[in-house]
């Protein structure tokens, strides 16, 4: 069993930046790989970005690629994304996700078993 909490969200300007964390509580965390969904009003949540356990190998939606780094520290059971140049469209509740580390990594949400709460990221224009 594994329990993720994520935290940084918040109001910010576009062109912001913030940094999301998820901890994650239980020693298998480098088990998983690790997600990063987002579900903006009104619409179905989609897949950001995943990244192995190891943390060697990441994927990214395109609408994200070069604005957003997610990573990772096994030693302090967390990941982290950092998001830069942030506009409105990234508005969304943001959820950190753990699954099997499958080849490639898995963008479906039924390959995460594990799911945090959430964190409100919201742009202003």
């Known amino acids: 069993q594994v329990q993720l909490v994520e935290s940084g969200g918040g109001l910010v300007q576009a062109g912001g930046s913030l940094i999301l964390s998820c901890a994650a509580s239980?020693?298998?965390?480098?088990?998983?790989?690790m997600g990063w969904f987002r579900q903006a009003q009104g619409k179905e949540r989609e897949f950001v970005t995943a990244?192995?356990?190891?943390?060697?190998?990441?994927t990214y939606i395109d609408s994200v690629k070069g604005r957003f780094t997610i990573s990772r520290d096994n030693a302090k059971n967390t990941v982290y994304l950092r998001m830069n140049s942030l506009n409105p469209p990234d508005t969304a509740v943001y959820y950190c996700?753990?699954?099997?580390?499958?080849?490639?990594?898995?963008?479906?949400?039924?390959?995460?078993?594990?799911w945090g709460q959430g964190t409100q990221v919201t742009v202003s224009s």
């Open positions: 996700a753990a699954g099997s580390d499958t080849y490639p990594l898995s963008l479906r949400e039924d390959a995460y078993d594990y």
């Open positions: 239980g020693r298998t965390f480098s088990s998983y790989a």
């Open positions: 990244i192995s356990r190891s943390g060697g190998r990441t």
